[in-house]
């Protein structure tokens, strides 16, 4: 086979092996290495057979970079080359696009991609400020991460950043000056700490800049009615470009400084622009180049004929306001018609740019196209009396005498018909009253008056006739001295119908949905009504003026349902108008059946029909309509503009063109509450944001809703709502956003949230992208310790529970168990507490959820009290800030890596290095707290009252095996609490600095002004420190995560970059140091499960006890490590548990020693093989024997165990699962041990 190479410039050369070798070896420049051919010819040896006949140059650095990838797991140098060559490969691509830092942030910023401001400083001394070397601290899973998840990139998807301009972008968005941004840059570049995900997503770039959006005033059809874009919230529905109503499900505005669109649509409002719009919003357009017309041609000859196919002839045409000679066009214009064909035109539509859209196109108008079945009113729905009662087709009100003394019924009221059909005759009574109609009030009654000029006759004889037919009830007329005829339907019950199905006063009337989407025969008679009491006849047609803008609106919506193509427009304001003035134009050529229904003044429509007009300006095709586009001129904007998501159908109504969309705390007992909250979500996790949630208040199960007679769902069904949104948003577009919902275990559905994770059952009922957490009081852990029951409420009948806490929850919870066996209340259970608590850890063993927070810790700990009690914690439970309705908590977070801060001997922490390094991050987090996007108001809130930030810290473990300590020891826990203590005492001094230079938290001041002063020195944060998990940057650091130990000494893991085999580089170096690490080696430690603690050749060799694995720790000493932490962590320390599965039976004593040793939270709990990282195992071939490094033989004994594993599994899971299981063909690994055992990717 002769191998070739494509160069990058497009020739081709033969394929030199010698070449490919001298590349590598460049890898090796700087290295002490005392036999370099050996790796040189690993890794060609590795290579060799992977080229194919024909490579490209890009194929082949990829070749080389996966080979080295291959044999990272034998040596830790392997590591460092792959860094090497992943470098070598970005900036190669790079280079050939961008020669320099500054020309990177320049390009970054014209490309809407950074922020403005960051060329506001001095990029020559910034890019000075660069160190290349750095980029090799970085190891290869780390480099790999960033490459894929966080480095920027263009429009096409290339990368824009390095690694250094990315740490110096980041710096840039944070810092406030130079020297500021240079000491950021030092920091996160060292990697000796880094800031969490959101901040290294977001920092310095223009979030969301691809979304296209609209400014402020643009009008939105939505089922209420008309509403300008920035007023539309989550739950408005909307018109869609189909015709459908859909749910907003996410809104979304950014600050916009270039050309907006404006688009001009013929009939559209006139002289002025229709809509304008961001230059890359789409509109639902038919390409002129689509729109043929196929014309049949007749011959036009003086004298001409005035009929169907001859047409009159003018000698001049104006155009363009220019007299036009039409000899020469004269056939094409005038002597030839459009015939329709049967070419399926639709499938030329298609979504275009604002900026692409050309005159001539047609644009898609929508309207509403589906029909309600609703046939009629039932009257007492809209009426708000009491005593009424239906009863022969009538409304009566019943008299109230105990004594039976009076007649059943009040005489003294007009009886009025109870049902109301929404028919032809209904809708042309609504529609004379919305033109000439009011509800006149007066006293305790209501009436309802139409006023009709004196020559009406026939239609004032209409309104009588139809008030007899709908309601029962004649009418009063009286003429007037100013010629005009009043109408009075004195009817309180029908005056307060009509009231309240559209509404009263000329400028507040609209139609409900009922109406907007009834039949179309009926909506004929809304039209003929509106139109004789309000419209004028004119040449070609009607016109209709209203100064209500929303009816406008829902009229010209209608005449397109019936049939017709009208025409709107402003209308010219004069000096005596108080209101703004619109008007629907309907034509003889497009509307001629229902202008003959409305029959008013045709003696003044002179014009004859033509179709040519229709055609050439708007035309209908199946049931979609278009309009032309007049013109398209573009307008620098600087300002706010809008735009949100519309769920299951991509696209609304903007100023009735179709246009698309974006792509896009605390819940109180209310629809409204859960569909903001939802909204909150949506927008939190978009911009990278883990979120947590509590739904405690919403009612249980069963609890009357007395607004609407009926019984409430629960919260379980809502809480499916946030798992769909989270399952759907992805985090700042890198990776999957998370949630965790909270409820307080006395709430009476907690037995259904225990059972959201659940892999069976109802599906609507669990919540597989979703968190749980439980939110415990100290009361019920009482009761689980000492045996008593637990008592199950209502939060409809005992909403004071929600938000008690220590004593006060004691004594409020024990009054509510007091109700409760009274009878006082009707909603409530006893359960037996150890029961519940024993299926609590089953549930947490199996899914591992719910979590376990303590609610009383983090409210004993609560550092502004005053401002709201602590409701719930976040994702990963290291956050603690008071929290309500109107307040969501939100922390600033960063972690500082302690592995970077030892002394150059590595005995201790060079803890002046720490403090420097803590100093750093308050200044750099408070900074960010006024440069962040805050995506909701209550977000915006709370961080602005008491300006949260949290420092956590990651590679504790990794510090604990340069020092020496064994994780699993007393002297690890006092190792614990004195960098705990010593980060507290740093972080709060620098806090109080700050206060001092740029003021306290503002809460903080506003309790002063109150006088009641918080007991401690002002500082510029409430709370500053929390442990996050650091899943992520752990990664880009190359440490341990958080305060954990290492999960296993060699264990393969999957990310979003793809799945890397992870190998405790620490054990690594000491065995080499000691000339033991070796392929044997590396082979026991696998065969061990990424122990060494069993491997009698490593005795006396290396202090095993600092390469325990996570199982292997006991996890009541996780537990003291965690509390250590927690005795000076003002936040939380988010701790998951690791139990192996002989310990299982010890849980209930694990959890309850957490709660005794004061921890505000607890994350997951890994058992035994539960946990997602599977250990790097050997691979074995289908007949069992060994394969590569190999296993052995699976021993009889272990196949009989599998295959009685099998069996109880197939009892309790069914025979489709566990086949499914066994097959691989699962998105995760199970977390029930009986098919954790079976699946093939765990084992």
């Not at 990697?191 to 770039?205: A, C, Q």
């Amino acid at each position: 086979m002769q191998r070739v190479v494509i160069k990058r410039d497009g020739s081709v050369e033969k394929f030199q092996m010698k070449k490919l070798i001298n590349a590598i070896f460049s890898l090796l420049e700087g290295l002490d290495l005392e036999d370099d051919y050996e790796t040189v010819f690993k890794i060609a040896k590795e290579l060799d057979l992977k080229i194919p006949e024909r490579v490209t140059t890009e194929e082949l650095d990829l070749l080389v970079l996966k080979a080295i990838e291959q044999l990272i797991p034998t040596h830790y140098l392997y590591d460092t080359l792959a860094v090497r060559q992943l470098l070598k490969i970005i900036n190669k691509d790079i280079d050939r696009r961008l020669k320099s830092f500054r020309e990177a942030i320049e390009f970054g910023v014209k490309e809407g991609l950074y922020k403005e401001e960051l060329l506001n400083f001095d990029l020559d001394k910034l890019a000075n400020s660069l160190d290349y070397s750095r980029d090799l601290l970085l190891d290869y899973f780390g480099l790999t991460t960033l490459r894929d998840r966080y480095f920027t990139r263009d429009r096409e998807g290339r990368l824009i950043e390095k690694p250094q301009w990315f740490f110096m972008r980041v710096a840039m968005g944070i810092g406030n000056n130079e020297d500021e941004v240079i000491k950021i840059y030092n920091k996160i570049s060292k990697l000796e700490y880094l800031h969490s995900t959101p901040t290294l997503y977001n920092s310095g770039t223009v979030v969301n800049q691809y979304s296209s959006c609209f400014p402020a005033g643009t009008p939105v059809i939505t089922k209420e009615g008309l509403k300008n874009i920035e007023d539309i919230q989550i739950g408005d529905v909307v018109l869609t470009a189909e015709g459908n109503y859909k749910v907003v499900s996410g809104l979304f505005k950014r600050i916009y400084k270039r050309n907006l669109y404006k688009i001009k649509v013929w009939g559209l409002w006139g002289s002025e622009e229709t809509v304008k719009a961001t230059d890359d919003h789409k509109f639902l357009v038919l390409p002129k180049e689509s729109v043929e017309c196929i014309r049949k041609f007749y011959k036009v000859c003086p004298p001409y004929q005035n009929t169907d196919k001859y047409y009159p002839v003018k000698s001049v045409l104006k155009r363009n306001r220019k007299k036009i000679d039409l000899k020469h066009i004269l056939k094409r214009e005038y002597a030839s018609t459009c015939v329709k064909t049967e070419v399926n035109i639709l499938e030329s539509l298609r979504w275009v740019e604002a900026k692409d859209i050309k005159e001539w196109d047609y644009i898609v108008v929508p309207y509403p196209k589906e029909t309600n079945d609703i046939k009629e009113f039932c009257v007492l729905d809209y009426i708000e009396q009491p005593n009424l009662i239906e009863k022969d087709g009538y409304i009566y009100k019943k008299n109230v005498d105990k004594q039976n003394r009076t007649h059943e019924f009040n005489r003294q009221i007009n009886k009025i018909k109870s049902r109301v059909k929404l028919d032809y005759d209904f809708m042309r009574f609504l529609g004379y009253y919305l033109a000439e109609g009011y509800i006149n009030k007066f006293e305790n009654r209501k009436a309802l008056v139409l006023t009709f000029g004196k020559k009406e006759k026939e239609f004032i004889e209409d309104v009588v006739n139809l008030c007899i037919k709908l309601f029962g009830i004649k009418p009063s007329v009286k003429e007037n001295k100013d010629n005009s005829v009043r109408i009075t339907l004195n009817s309180t019950y029908t005056a307060q119908f009509i009231e309240n199905l559209v509404g009263t006063e000329f400028n507040k009337k609209k139609l409900p949905y009922e109406v907007l989407t009834a039949d179309i025969e009926a909506q004929k008679g809304l039209i003929v009504g509106l139109f004789r009491g309000d419209g004028t006849a004119v040449s070609d047609g009607y016109k209709l003026t209203l100064s209500n803008k929303t009816l406008i609106y829902q009229i010209f919506q209608i005449l397109l349902r019936i049939g017709s193509l009208p025409r709107i427009s402003k209308v010219k304001k004069n000096h005596l108008a108080t209101e703004e003035h619109y008007s629907v134009h309907i034509s003889i050529n497009d509307s001629d059946e229902i202008i003959r229904l409305i029959n008013k003044d045709l003696h003044k429509i002179t014009a004859k029909p033509s179709n040519k007009k229709i055609d050439a300006y708007r035309f209908r095709y199946g049931d979609y309509v278009f309009y032309k586009v007049d013109k398209v001129e573009k307008e620098y904007f600087e300002g706010i503009v809008y735009d949100f998501e519309v769920k299951g159908d991509h696209s609304f109504s903007a100023n009735l063109l179709a246009a698309h969309n974006c792509y896009v705390n605390v819940i109180e007992d209310s629809l409204e509450s859960i569909m903001d909250k939802a909204k909150e979500t949506a927008f939190l996790a978009k911009y990278a944001g883990g979120v947590g949630t509590d739904i405690t208040r919403l009612r249980a199960t069963g609890s009357p809703i007395k607004s609407l007679n009926a019984k409430s769902s629960g919260p379980i069904p809502f809480i499916k709502i946030f798992d769909t949104i989270v399952n759907a948003i992805q985090q700042g577009g890198r990776r999957r956003s998370s949630q965790v919902m909270y409820m307080q275990p006395w709430h009476l559905d907690i037995e259904q949230f225990l059972d959201l994770k659940e892999t069976t059952g109802n599906p609507y009922l669990r919540t597989p992208s979703l968190n749980t957490a439980l939110w415990m009081p100290d009361e019920l852990m009482r009761r689980i310790k000492e045996g008593e029951p637990i008592y199950l409420f209502d939060p409809a009948e005992c909403p004071e529970l929600v938000e008690s806490w220590g004593e006060d929850f004691t004594q409020k919870y024990n009054e509510c168990i007091s109700k409760a066996e009274t009878g006082k209340l009707k909603r409530w259970r006893k359960i037996d507490s150890r029961d519940f608590y024993k299926k609590y850890l089953f549930k947490l063993a199996k899914t591992g959820h719910p979590w376990l927070c303590f609610k009383d810790r983090h409210n004993e700990y609560n550092p502004c009290p005053e401002y709201s009690v602590i409701n719930s914690s976040n994702l990963c439970v290291e956050i603690s800030i008071p929290n309500s309705v109107d307040s969501t908590a939100v922390c600033t977070l960063a972690s500082v890596n302690l592995s970077k801060h030892l002394n150059e001997d590595k005995t201790d922490i060079d803890w002046d290095k720490l403090k420097d390094t803590l100093e750093t991050m308050v200044l750099a987090l408070d900074n960010i707290l006024d440069k962040n996007f805050y995506p909701s108001k209550e977000s915006k809130k709370n961080t602005m009252d008491l300006r949260p930030i949290g420092i956590g810290l990651m590679g504790f473990a990794e510090t604990l095996i340069e020092l020496g300590i064994p994780y699993d020891s007393d002297e690890a826990v006092k190792f614990a609490e004195k960098v705990a203590k010593f980060m507290r005492e740093i972080t709060y001094k620098k806090s109080e600095e700050l206060a001092k230079e740029r003021g306290a938290f503002p809460h903080y001041i506003e309790m002063e002004e109150k006088g009641k002063p918080y007991p401690y020195p002002p500082r510029r944060n409430a709370v500053l420190m929390a442990i996050a998990p650091t899943a992520s940057i752990s990664i880009i650091a190359g440490t341990t995560q958080s305060i954990d130990s290492y999960f296993s000494n060699i264990y393969s893991r999957d990310t979003l970059s793809g799945k890397f085999i992870v190998v405790n580089k620490q054990l690594m170096k000491k065995l080499e140091e000691k000339d033991m690490w070796n392929e044997e080696i590396a082979k026991k430690i696998k065969s061990n499960n990424g122990s060494v603690q069993h491997i009698d050749e490593l005795d006396g060799i290396i202090d095993k006890r600092l390469f325990k694995t996570a199982y292997e720790i006991s996890p009541y000493r996780q537990i003291d490590i965690a509390a250590a932490f927690q005795k000076y962590i003002d936040q939380s320390v988010s701790k998951s548990l690791y139990i192996e599965e002989d310990l299982r039976g010890k849980m209930e004593d694990i959890y309850l020693y957490a709660w005794e040793k004061r921890l505000k939270s607890t994350y997951y709990c890994f058992i035994d093989k539960t946990v997602k990282g599977e250990k790097y195992t050997e691979k074995v071939n289908k007949r069992g024997n060994r394969r590569g490094l190999g296993g052995l033989r699976r021993s009889k004994q272990k196949t009989e165990n599998l295959e009685e594993i099998e069996r109880m599994a197939r009892e309790k899971y069914g025979d489709e699962i566990v086949d499914k299981v066994k097959s691989g063909d699962i998105e995760g690994c199970p977390t029930d041990p009986l098919l954790n055992k079976i699946c093939p990717s765990c084992e």
